[in-house]
């Protein structure tokens, strides 16, 4: 019976000092088309090529490489990840940004307006868009299993702390819950530069 | 606007609750060149050119400007900052180094032991250096006086917080202490875009 109770105290105290943890990865620049815009870019009704899924269930890249076109730089061959949405989107780092020459905020995916236009050209013409550039916000897509384990509601905004060299604390995280996430922490590349990013890398939720 | 505003409030915040703050600047990249290599660069006895202060009392960008080539890119006409160091050394972000595609290490300025070399070219010649390509890591100059208030002693590691959209805790910072500083902290521009870098931002020294 004491066991018992010792068991029980031991297991509370793992569960209270047991912090959420998350595996981050680091999204390169890519972008999202709709489907209006690739019957634009590829051709009226031509599909996208799936070639590797990524950690998020039914999100992949394509075959598929659209010129992106700034007024001060473009990149020549940007990588589509499908399948289709609402609307084209141009997820960037601050560094590319500069490169293109647009001033794009932080946002998260899907929240367009007020962002600035470039212009996409594919195989089969071009788009002039007028809004659709962003750099992502920081944020970790989680399965609500974990995350009631844990008393983390959906949109909660939470710390994440990572080690090593350039050990840091990302603050201003925000969680988003759906059965159909898998549990990753997304960052870009200028973040994961400074935080001295390696594939695997785990960081502790601070709730 | 806003975010100016909360970094003043924090500021203060932080004043009445006295934790050092500290002003951040991010360095670009940029090289400082030993007088011999100077010599082969620019031409025997051939003195920098300082065109403007900075933050660190004696140190100065020059109007000279050298080409930086490694095994994968190169940078057509890097900074040079003066005056002459005892070694030549090649400060980058993690993203520059990917472009020279260099594998540098992060380092404190001066700690030049197995970090890769790169050629230099100057409008008098070349110098293919063995060493000297490194990533500064995030240090703090602090003036002794403001150190000693806070009970801050050189070499000591403390975390540093920043607020805003990108708001983070850099960890793992280094303070240096000499008379001969300004307090302010580097960080570099991958630091910079990864926290929302704004010219004049404050953050909260945590110790």
């Known amino acids: 019976m004491i066991d018992e109770l010792i068991d029980r105290v031991y297991a509370d105290v793992a569960f209270r000092l047991s912090r959420p943890v998350v595996e981050l990865e680091a999204s390169g620049r890519h972008l999202h088309l709709s489907r209006a815009d690739a019957d634009q870019l590829l051709g009226p009704g031509v599909p996208l090529t799936p070639v590797h899924d990524l950690s998020q269930p039914g999100q992949y890249t394509c075959a598929e490489r659209i010129r992106v076109i700034g007024p001060k730089g473009e990149f020549p061959s940007l990588v589509v990840v499908g399948p289709e949405r609402a609307q084209s989107q141009i997820e960037l780092s601050l560094t590319d940004a ?23 050209v594919g195989p089969a013409g071009r788009v ?29 905004v939470v710390s994440v702390r990572v080690w090593g060299d350039r050990g840091m604390t990302f603050h201003n995280v925000i969680v988003r819950l759906s059965p159909d996430f898998a549990t990753y922490m997304h960052i870009d590349y200028d973040e994961a530069n400074a935080c001295g990013f390696r594939a695997g890398m785990l960081g502790t939720v601070i709730i």
């Open 98 to 120: 500069k490169v293109l020459g647009v001033t794009a905020p932080v946002r998260l995916s899907g929240d367009l307006a007020k962002t600035p236009g470039v212009t996409l």
């Open 128 to 156: 002039d868009l007028t809004s659709g550039v962003m750099i992502a916000q920081r944020h970790i897509h989680m399965d609500p299993a974990y995350a009631s384990l844990h008393g983390i509601r959906d949109r909660q």
